[in-house]
């Protein structure tokens, strides 16, 4: 399949097999635009405004997230919506914000995003808020974000 190809065909592919299957694997087709995908299914315009609800919290509290140029909530907030089968906000309970990450249906990227999105859901009364930010993944070769890989810290004096 060519590469020009292959952004357009994952999003008509997969809300093919969501309506005949069921099908929620979504990270198993790797990259591809998940706000697609949710607006083919539930419509652009609703997506739209769900999602610009969770940006109103956001922005009112100082995120960058919120803002209209930021792509990482629509995309984070996409997939959750095909998850949960429903378009709707109001839909994302304590319950399913808990499967999400128990079941590690987003990526490391998604899960650090989808905290505030579960914030700001909280703070619109669908759910409760989570308290503490999940802990960091981390890795003998990538580090984790506050400390960098291993190998930066491995010379570095230490005060006592």
């Not at 590469?3 to 198993?28: D, I, V």
């Not at 981390?138 to 010379?155: I, K």
Request: glycine residues 12%; contains cysteine; hydrophobic residues 35%.
């Amino acid at each position: 399949m060519p590469f020009w190809a292959e952004g357009a065909l994952r999003p008509f592919l997969g809300g093919h097999a969501y309506y005949l299957g069921g099908y929620a694997g979504f990270n198993q087709l790797g990259h591809f635009d998940r706000l697609t995908l949710a607006s083919r299914i539930f419509g652009r315009l609703l997506v739209e405004t769900e999602i610009g609800h969770v940006r109103t919290v956001l922005t009112n509290w100082g995120y960058q997230y919120g803002q209209e140029n930021d792509t990482g909530v629509p995309s984070v907030m996409s997939q959750p919506l095909l998850l949960n089968r429903s378009p709707h906000t109001r839909d994302l309970t304590t319950s399913f914000f808990d499967r999400v990450r128990r079941e590690e249906l987003l990526t490391d990227w998604g899960m650090r995003t989808l905290y505030a999105v579960h914030r700001a859901v909280a703070d619109l009364g669908f759910c409760a808020p989570q308290l503490r930010s999940p802990p960091l993944k981390w890795s003998a070769t990538q580090g984790c974000h506050r400390c960098g890989p291993s190998g930066w810290n491995g010379g570095t004096p230490r005060r006592p």
